[in-house]
């Protein structure tokens, strides 16, 4: 979800469709709206004298976008050997099935019932197709099957919706959890200061320049949100949706019920440190 917060570093404009790094080509999917800002990026990720490519999450089930997906492959040169999925959101993870029977290939996910075919895909895996070096990261919180792909040669990582180019995401109570959240925030940040990563993908909004910049503002954007929930509930709160008209009360309220979500896994983090009552 977004936010009237701006993040640190220079967003490359809006999102559009094009390259991003040497390795990584976006394509933007037709389905903007609040929730998904421009629309999906969908991510085409290849070893630039290779005629193998991969695919990020395909997007909502759109055959004018996987097409423009295909195309865009082809275009380079490349064929589409392999789907990854940072997570089984529909607007991220609804077209693979057809984007895989298209290109006659599988798709590999965290969770099992999104994959297709024998390959299972889990942290600390590393994609080698093409020649290519894209590590698997754990990124559990904004929902339990988050990963993100770190591209060491580009000195970039994939965030799926665990870093946005625009704004802050949702913790998808139950599924997404804060705890895990707030410690794959971590893991992204000691990525940008052990291992330089420079450049966030992500899979919605503009390319971010000062990942460690992002990773930052995330954390104490997740930091103060936290005290003003904790604050709602000494005020008197008794709800998550009375928390939600005190603490979002500048966000739109088309985005209250996704607010909701991340206030319900602010509750529990709260709850399971001891920090507030039993409610
Ligand atoms: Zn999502």
Redesign the pocket.
């Known amino acids: 979800m977004t936010d009237a917060a701006t993040l640190p570093g220079q967003p490359r404009g809006g999102a559009l469709s094009g390259p991003a790094t040497a390795r990584a080509v976006n394509v933007l999917a037709p389905n903007p709206s609040a929730?998904t800002l421009d629309g999906t990026n969908t991510w085409i990720v290849s070893e630039p004298d290779s005629d193998l490519a991969v695919v990020i999450d395909p997007g909502p089930l759109d055959d004018g976008h996987l097409r423009a997906v295909i195309d865009t492959a082809e275009r380079a040169g490349k064929r589409i050997a392999l789907t990854l999925l940072?997570?089984?959101?529909p607007?991220?993870a609804e077209g693979a099935s057809r984007l895989a029977e298209l290109t006659r290939t599988n798709v590999r996910a965290l969770d099992p019932a999104l994959r297709l075919g024998d390959e299972g895909l889990a942290p600390g895996d590393v994609i080698t197709t093409g020649g290519l070096e894209m590590r698997v990261v754990a990124t559990p919180g904004?929902?339990g099957d988050?990963l993100s792909f770190h591209l060491p040669a580009d000195r970039a990582v994939l965030t799926?919706?665990t870093i946005l180019g625009r704004g802050t995401?949702?913790v998808?109570h139950p599924d997404g959890r804060l705890g895990d959240y707030l410690d794959s925030l971590r893991r992204l940040r000691s990525l940008t200061v052990d291992d330089g990563i420079h450049v966030v993908l992500p899979?919605h909004g503009p390319v971010l320049d000062d990942a460690q910049g992002a990773v930052e503002f995330y954390l104490a954007h997740r930091a103060s949100r936290l005290a003003q929930v904790e604050t709602a509930v000494e005020n008197g709160c008794t709800t998550a949706s009375e928390v939600v008209a005190k603490v979002y009360a500048e966000v739109d309220r088309s985005l209250w019920p996704a607010a909701e979500l991340s206030v319900r896994a602010q509750l529990e983090y709260l709850r399971e440190h001891g920090l507030i009552g039993p409610g």
Do not use: I, R
């Open positions: 929730m940072t997570h089984g959101h607007d991220h904004h929902t988050s799926g919706d995401t949702v998808a899979g």
